[in-house]
């Protein structure tokens, strides 16, 4: 397992921007393969926004094509989501996520971080 920190969320008028970072700080970096960001909406399940893949295959959530890009940078450790022209329904607490090439080690999540917009 790897504990991950994410950053960046915050209070945007819709049509703005938001960037988040997700820090891998411990565990085994090198044990991830995908990456990536959920979210979950007040009284809604928690849905994919974006993945990638070790091997830099991405991934998007139909809701956000050409909206938001996912990038990774594996020498800093880091998983960035650029999040452009958002609107009200982008609103809910984002997640990130590391998958495992494989068990034992298990997937991992960070503790999330709040994204609202405002109409």
């Known amino acids: 397992q790897v504990q991950l920190v994410e950053s960046g969320g915050g209070l945007v008028q819709a049509g703005g921007s938001l960037t988040l970072s997700c820090a891998v700080v411990?565990?085994?970096?090198?044990?991830?393969?995908?990456m990536g960001w959920y979210r979950q909406a007040p009284g809604k399940q928690r849905e994919l926004v974006a993945s990638?893949?070790?091997?830099?295959?991405?991934n998007y959530a139909d809701a956000v094509k050409g909206r938001f890009t996912i990038s990774r940078d594996n020498s800093k450790k880091t998983l960035v989501l650029q999040m452009n022209r958002l609107a009200s329904e982008d609103t809910g607490v984002y997640y990130c996520?590391?998958?495992?090439?494989?068990?034992?080690?298990?997937?991992?999540w960070g503790q999330g971080t709040q994204v609202s917009v405002s109409p």
């Open positions: 996520k590391a998958e495992p090439w494989g068990p034992p080690m298990p997937d991992s």
């Open positions: 411990s565990g085994n970096f090198f044990g991830i393969n995908t």
């Open positions: 990638v893949t070790r091997g830099n295959t991405k």
